[in-house]
């Protein structure tokens, strides 16, 4: 990896540091445009809520277990970074 990535990468330690889970799995499928986040595995969530800006919450026994975020890579502009 070259070192350009590992610093991209190493940005992410102290956002990842206040998540309020200890473990994130984390996976991006760029055809669909879709970031999902898991903080439980294996997860079976029972319920779920897709938020206005098209976040989809998903719960299971009451507790959130994940997070997929649909129409990802237009976040990058929102929260000021480029494309």
Not at 19 to 45: C, G, M, Q, T
């Amino acid at each position: 990896m070259e070192a350009v990535e590992v610093r991209k990468a190493l940005n992410l330690v102290p956002e990842l540091l206040d998540v309020p889970y200890s473990r994130i799995w984390v996976v991006y499928d760029k055809e669909a445009d879709v970031l999902y986040l898991n903080f439980k595995k294996p997860s079976h969530a029972d319920d779920s809520e897709l938020t206005d800006d098209d976040i989809l919450i998903r719960y299971e026994k009451g507790e959130v277990i994940g997070i997929t975020v649909l129409n990802a890579s237009r976040r990058r502009a929102e929260y000021g970074r480029g494309a």
